[in-house]
């Protein structure tokens, strides 16, 4: 059992790191559980985006739609230097997204056997991709992944922090919680029980989403497991004419999809600029990633393959993205692990807020008991 004054310093430190971190990571782990629900909710009810009009397969259609004339398409509306990534129908029925990044930034919803428009969406229209901007950035950009990275690192000490206090001195521990003696000792016993009891799974889901919030994280442990971190390749300069003209994209997509004949793509990404490589996700079988990041970058203007990279092939850091990404959201083990991943964020979000509310009530208590106390010693 812990002396009084080192007992004192432990909950010092717990209690401060969750006052002043606490509510950053509630509210991201709330918006965390929202996004979850929020997702299959946001596709029903926006079905005219996410609904392909042509009936049919959509995935043998995209491949059959020519693609050079929707990049000139995008290239007029949207300027030269856009960047765009084409992400094919994954399941029957889907559209084919435009994730455009250049004056606008948002989404194209085609229809993939005519390419016609049937709507778009900006990066923060909607209540989903505001949700999602705010929970993965906290609508700082990077600045905002930094500081979640932070924050899930802080999370790692309020876990050892509580687990020390929560530590029994005889096992097994009661795991008892007492809901009939009020509403303090209720939250009280939720907040300390919840927190042992759930606090590494917890853990799973912040890492994780720091991991995937802070990206130079993943060079870290490459090279502290002695890994040189595998770079996307570049193209030298005055290798080719910045100006064009470059290969039709239908050619360099089928320049990528002989390297993985049969395989189907998740993304592919091209650039806006022609001294840029083009590079096109694969989903393999074998790839946990629902989009798959086994890759293949090429040469906009010369069609040269420049780099083949299965998701196998990279480096800890990188390769285990392929992993982290679905545990986090919760697609890894589908409908069910979304539930858990679901109630975790409610979970977490409920021990900041109900530490938060313990302290609160708790000087309001005292600073009560104290002017009682006053107010007794001035009567007398």
Do not use: C
């Not at 969406?121 to 949700?131: A, I, K, L, Q, V």
């Not at 906290?138 to 922090?161: E, Q, R």
């Amino acid at each position: 059992m812990l002396r009084a004054p080192l007992r004192r310093l432990w909950l010092k430190i717990h209690r401060w790191i969750g006052l002043t971190l606490g509510p950053i990571l509630a509210l991201t782990a709330l918006l965390g559980a929202v996004l979850v629900v929020a997702l299959p909710i946001d596709r029903q009810v926006h079905s005219n985006l996410f609904v392909a009009r042509t009936p049919g397969d959509t995935i043998a259609a995209t491949a059959a739609l020519p693609l050079e004339p929707l990049r000139q398409r995008i290239v007029a509306e949207f300027g030269a230097d856009t960047n765009f990534t084409l992400r094919p129908p994954h399941h029957a029925d889907e559209t084919l997204w435009v994730l455009v990044r250049g004056k606008w930034d948002g989404t194209l919803y085609l229809d993939p056997a005519t390419g016609a428009e049937q709507g778009r969406r900006g990066t923060d229209e909607g209540f989903y991709n505001f949700s999602y901007k705010l929970h993965n950035s906290l609508l700082l950009g990077s600045d905002g992944k930094a500081i979640l990275a932070f924050v899930a690192l802080a999370y790692l000490f309020l876990l050892v922090t509580g687990l020390v206090l929560w530590w029994p001195t005889r096992w097994p521990p009661s795991l008892r919680i007492v809901l009939n003696r009020g509403l303090l000792r209720g939250l009280f016993d939720l907040h300390r029980t919840g927190g042992a009891v759930l606090g590494l799974l917890i853990a799973v889901s912040v890492a994780t989403g720091a991991y995937m919030a802070w990206r130079p994280l993943g060079d870290f442990i490459s090279t502290a497991m002695g890994q040189q971190p595998v770079k996307p390749p570049t193209i030298a300069k005055g290798s080719v004419n910045g100006n064009g003209p470059r290969l039709p994209l239908d050619e360099l997509v089928a320049r990528a999809q002989a390297v993985f004949p049969g395989q189907p793509i998740g993304y592919a990404m091209v650039p806006g600029k022609a001294d840029r490589p083009m590079r096109v996700r694969f989903r393999l079988a074998d790839d946990p990633h629902p989009n798959g990041i086994s890759s293949v970058w090429l040469n906009p203007v010369s069609g040269e393959v420049l780099a083949v990279r299965k998701w196998q092939d990279l480096d800890a850091g990188n390769g285990v993205v392929a992993v982290i990404f679905p545990l986090h959201t919760g697609e890894l083990g589908g409908v069910a692990h979304q539930i858990v991943t679901a109630l975790l964020g409610l979970a977490l979000g409920g021990l900041g807020f109900s530490g938060i509310w313990l302290w609160w009530r708790r000087r309001a208590m005292a600073a009560a008991a104290r002017g009682n106390a006053l107010s007794s010693s001035t009567t007398s």
